[in-house]
């Protein structure tokens, strides 16, 4: 360890102090609370959640005003909450067909099924500064409308009957959770699709518009988005049957692509998957692009070489609390490994300098 000065314990208390200060603002104006910031910044918590791996809105909310609004920070923050939870156990996993869906959209078919759902969306805003927000004014009235009660069929289901999509069949053993151990490779799908949700949003959707730009060969069509609901069940084995526990909110992504065959499959369409908590279309949407890539060598493509082909390249890099991790040791003192580099650097442009001072002599 380094020790940079005497009293660098009273430096960091300092530190400390000033970063509260700094939190807060002007005292003058409101502080914001909790509930606030998850009713009102409601995206920024959904994102918090699904990259710290843990549905709570409110201790989402709770590290984004620690952070100061840092997202990456909070993430950090709920993490590290995480690991100081006791396991009590698996819940089943979650029926999407059975969500109560606050949007459900397809890009496919134009009368889906069950009906489209544009629900609370910024697709059809113009982008353009509403001063009337700055106004702080009253909220306006939402519309009156009847939630939707019976579950919606599948886009998918409808191409499966006819043979054109690739079937899935469900993994029968137990996937492994990325949370308690590190990532392996070769990584399973399921392996694969825990890194990307808990993966940087940013990073997932520039590897999800490479592919779309050439570099991975990706063509797809959004089968299916869906935002709402979902109960979830616990097996108590007291009890002998599963209970609900409560209920998650959801957006799931399927994406129909193009595939047109190779030596183990016939020509048909494929899919790609995204699935994570709260209202998060456009990582949703990434993950499913990202997720279609990386199977090129289970459905037996070429690899091209693409960024969004290599498990390896996306599943490390997507991780943005490592990715900030080794960025931002940098910052620590390095002192000793500097003065190492300066003495070799000196002593390399000595012998430089003296091997041309030779030359010229001759």
Known sequence: MYVAVKGGERAIDNAHDWLAEERRGDPGIAELSVAQIREQLALAVNRVMAEGSLYDPDLAALAIKQARGDLIEAVFLIRAYRTTLPRIGASRPVDTGAMVCDRRISATFKDAPGGQVLGPTFDYTHRLLDFKLAAEGEAPEAPASAPQTAPM????????????????????????????APMEFPANRALRLQALTRGDEGFVLGMAYSTQRGYGRN????????????????????????????EVRLTECETVNQFTGSKTEPPQFTR????????????AISMALVDRSLRWEELGEDDTGAPAQDAEFVLYHCDNIQASGFLEHIKLPHYVDFQSELELIR????????????????
């Open 347 to 362: 002593k390399i442009r000595a012998e430089a300098e003296a091997a041309m001072a030779r030359a010229a002599a001759e």
């Open 272 to 283: 790609g998957y995204g699935l994570a908590f709260g209202q998060t279309e456009r990582k």
């Open 219 to 246: 063509h797809p069509f959004v089968g299916e988005l869906r935002i709402g609901a979902v109960s979830v069940e616990m097996d108590i084995p007291e009890l002998g049957f599963a209970i609900e526990i409560g």
């Open 153 to 180: 069929p599948r886009i998918t289901e409808y191409l499966d009957r006819d043979g054109l999509i690739q079937r899935e069949e469900p993994a029968e053993d137990t996937p492994p959770d990325l949370t308690r």
